[in-house]
């Protein structure tokens, strides 16, 4: 479903106004268009917390390549909004309002111990403790953003920043109270837009094992 709003980006070094659109797959079928970019977005936006998961970059893709097309996962696709270029996607926003978190978490992991095989069940509990505490809990009243990427194509050209005025709108339409993100604390450009917006960290969540801090962070919204 495209949603009819438009902006305008500026081509990298050039004076050339490049028209996207913001479009929500409606069905597995539309979300299996842009599947691979989505995949690999949805990585990007926590590669880390991912690899402390699954083990490894490749299963957490093959993982994420399934859940995306359920509509009962955290990272389904049909909670994502695209950024299109000319047909082309060039940055993804997965969000949705904070009471579906739980139960979508719970349908992920059993997706996941099912997809597992025994030797890789018995490192899913290990994996699981390792990233206890690193995020605070997401509220039932928050509108809480999974996923905020921009190719690395197109980014420097405010297209994250439309998606996440696209998120502030789509949570006030959920009439939820604030909106909720999770971001690692080494990545500069998306903490540099977050601020700007006026987010504040809530959680310093840390783990010296994996080597990675993550704020999880928060903006009141319906004032």
């Excluded at 389904?76 to 082309?88: E, K, N, P, Q, Y």
């Excluded at 739980?102 to 597992?116: G, P, Q, Y």
């Excluded at 969540?205 to 919204?221: C, D, K, W």
């Amino acid at each position: 479903m495209r949603l009819g709003a438009e902006t305008k980006v500026y081509a990298a070094g050039l004076k050339v106004e490049l028209a996207i659109t913001f479009f929500k797959p409606g069905d597995v079928c539309a979300v299996d268009r842009y599947a691979p970019s989505m995949v690999k977005w949805i990585l990007d936006s926590g590669r880390d917390s991912f690899v402390a998961l699954f083990g490894n970059e490749s299963i957490a893709a093959q993982n994420l390549a399934s859940w995306i097309r359920r509509s009962d996962s955290e990272f389904s696709g049909l909670c994502s909004t695209l950024a299109i270029l000319d047909d082309i996607a060039m940055a993804i926003l997965v969000a949705l309002p904070g009471k579906l978190i739980a139960r979508r978490r719970r349908a992920d992991m059993l997706a996941l111990i099912k997809a597992a095989n025994p030797t890789q069940r018995a490192g899913l509990k290990e994996n699981l403790q390792r990233l206890v505490g690193l995020t605070a809990p997401v509220g039932e009243r928050d509108y809480y953003i999974r996923a905020l990427t921009v190719d690395s194509a197109y980014r420097g050209h405010g297209v994250g920043k439309k998606l996440l005025e696209r998120a502030l709108i789509d949570g006030r339409a959920s009439d939820c109270e604030r909106v909720r993100l999770d971001v690692q604390t080494d990545n500069q450009a998306a903490l540099h837009l977050y601020r700007r917006f006026g987010f504040q960290p809530i959680h310093k969540g840390e783990t010296r094992e994996l080597g990675f801090a993550v704020y999880s962070m928060v903006l009141p919204i319906n004032l």
